[in-house]
């Protein structure tokens, strides 16, 4: 599977504030872009945290790149990796016509899955040997890619970035960079989770643009 992560955070490398209010870091221009994107893969994921902060609907702005780039084919399914099953019923990521794929641990609930499943999610069990309790991301992926699934991207928060970085899992990164400072040192970054100290991913830059008042940093993961 190809794992696209595209990102977009202020100068600082905030994603959010630490209020985990979502904040309008990108303009039109890179809305478009992000679009395009949402338009050549088969899949956009989220973490559950990002769900429960800005409660996305992952369905592009536009659906006229999709037709023109690839034809009748159907709109990209969304994923949340949720591994307690905090996704809300009433999300906007349950609504509306692509699949929704929620990758949960095992130790998610009977009771819990069912009430998922009748909101429109369809659950996926993906928790690891040794901790029932945690996704398994690797374990995911592939769980997705028997559905079908061979271009994901990627789109927040930091804890399910950091994960996929994590478990060499990432083959691109674009980030956008926008022209503000957030601050905070609680403020959720791209990569938050337990953090790097040794083995850091390397990165091969591809290419650099200004996009709105921003920059737009394309990145390879060999």
Same mark, same amino acid.
């Given at each position: 599977? !190809? ?8 100068v ?6 630490h209020?985990?209010?979502?904040v ?14 949402? $338009?050549?893969?088969?899949?956009v994921? #989220? ?10 609907? =992952?369905?592009? !702005?536009?659906?006229? !790149?999709r ?9 990209? $399914?969304?994923?949340v ?28 609930s *009977? ?7 009748? $909101? ?20 995911? =992926?592939?769980?997705?890619?028997? !559905? ?25 990164? *674009?980030l956008? #960079?926008?022209s503000?400072? #957030? ?23 591809a ?13 390879? #993961?060999?």
């Amino acid at each position: 599977m !190809h794992v696209h992560v595209n990102a977009a955070t202020s100068v600082d490398g905030k994603l959010s504030t630490h209020r985990r209010e979502q904040v309008a870091i990108s303009g039109d221009e890179d809305f478009a872009r992000v679009d395009r994107l949402r $338009a050549e893969v088969d899949a956009v994921a #989220v973490g559950v945290g990002t769900v429960l902060a800005d409660d996305p609907s =992952l369905v592009r !702005h536009d659906e006229s !790149h999709r037709e023109a780039e690839r034809g009748d084919l159907p709109p990209p $399914a969304r994923v949340v990796v949720d591994s307690r099953g905090r996704t809300p019923l009433d999300a906007s990521i349950l609504d509306g016509g692509p699949t929704t794929y929620l990758l949960a641990a095992d130790a998610l609930s *009977t009771e819990r899955e069912r009430a998922l499943s009748g $909101a429109g999610a369809t659950v996926l069990r993906t928790g690891g040997a040794s901790d029932s309790d945690r996704v398994d991301i690797e374990a995911g =992926l592939s769980a997705l890619a028997d !559905h079908g699934v061979e271009r994901l991207l990627v789109e927040g928060g930091g804890e399910l970035i950091f994960s996929l970085f994590d478990a060499g899992l990432v083959d691109r990164l *674009t980030l956008y #960079v926008g022209s503000m400072v #957030v601050g905070g040192r609680d403020a959720p970054t791209l990569a938050d989770g337990a953090g790097f100290v040794e083995g850091f991913p390397a990165l091969s830059l591809a290419g650099v643009e200004q996009v709105d008042d921003g920059v737009l940093l394309r990145y390879d #993961v060999p």
